[in-house]
T-cell receptor, first 119, second 119 residues
Framework: EPEVTQTPSHQVTQMGQEVILRCVPI?????FYWYRQILGQKVEFLVS????????KSEIFDDQFSVERPDGSNFTLKIRSTKLEDSAMYFC?????????????????FGPGTRLTVL | AQKITQTQPGMFVQEKEAVTLDCTYD???????LFWYKQPSSGEMIFLIY??????QNATEGRYSLNFQKARKSANLVISASQLGDSAMYFC????????????????FGQGTTLQVKP
């Protein structure tokens, strides 16, 4: 069964450093997302990406964040200058488009996550 | 504004018994989808079940069923015949509207319910 993959599984970085989190969505999917989950808290939407551009971003997604789909398979989240409060689990997700009435159209497949620790 | 509320921070259930996890939502959109995800201690997000707002029948997926009461804006998850492996955090999530230029498909999550299954 196809799956979303994310690398690395765990990233430790110093405050102020840049990090790039990588995701490979399911190949025929067209909508891509990043979410984050601070330890013990709920999952929060960061950004959605469709047709090679950001379609929506949350207030968390400030100028320090950027996303890119550099080729036909990878989807990356970059944090330019990490802060302590960026420590969280970051999930990539993707979904396909079909009839809006079918489950497969609506299901967002999540990757296993990257745990980011900022020291 | 769209909102998901899970009022049970933690629940216990005896193995082999059924358990209901509560979820209420708030939206002004006529078309929306409701999701349940399971997050075990390993951290990944596992899709369990989906209910579309126009679905007349409650969704079922194996031991999982969704008790959808549209007028009350509730979408409770019922797990039948609980197993030890069901111990995890459970998140209810909502997506408003249909995919298109004005809707990005982002999911809004509730705070989650921790379920512990006792042997």
């Amino acid at each position: 069964e196809p799956e979303v993959t994310q690398t690395p599984s765990h990233q430790v970085t110093q405050m102020g450093q840049e990090v790039i989190l990588r995701c490979v969505p399911i190949s025929n999917h067209l909508y891509f997302y990043w979410y984050r989950q601070i330890l013990g808290q709920k999952v929060e939407f960061l950004v959605s990406f469709y047709n090679n551009e950001i379609s929506e971003k949350s207030e968390i997604f400030d100028d320090q964040f950027s996303v890119e789909r550099p080729d036909g398979s990878n989807f990356t989240l970059k944090i330019r200058s990490t802060k302590l409060e960026d420590s969280a689990m970051y999930f990539c997700a993707s979904s396909e488009t079909h009839s809006p009435e079918t489950r497969t159209y609506n299901e967002q497949f999540f990757g296993p996550g990257t745990r980011l620790t900022v020291l | 504004a769209q909102k998901i509320t899970q009022t049970q921070p933690g629940m216990f259930v005896q193995e082999k018994e059924a358990v209901t996890l509560d979820c209420t939502y708030d939206t002004s959109d006529q078309s929306y989808g409701l999701f349940w995800y399971k997050q075990p201690s390993s951290g990944e997000m596992i899709f369990l079940i989906y209910q579309g707002s126009y679905d007349e029948q409650n969704a079922t997926e194996g031991r999982y069923s969704l008790n959808f009461q549209k007028a009350r804006k509730s979408a409770n998850l019922v797990i039948s015949a609980s197993q030890l492996g069901d111990s995890a955090m459970y998140f209810c999530a909502m997506r408003e509207g249909s995919y298109g230029s004005s809707n990005t498909g982002k999911l809004i999550f509730g705070q989650g319910t921790t379920l512990q299954v006792k042997p």
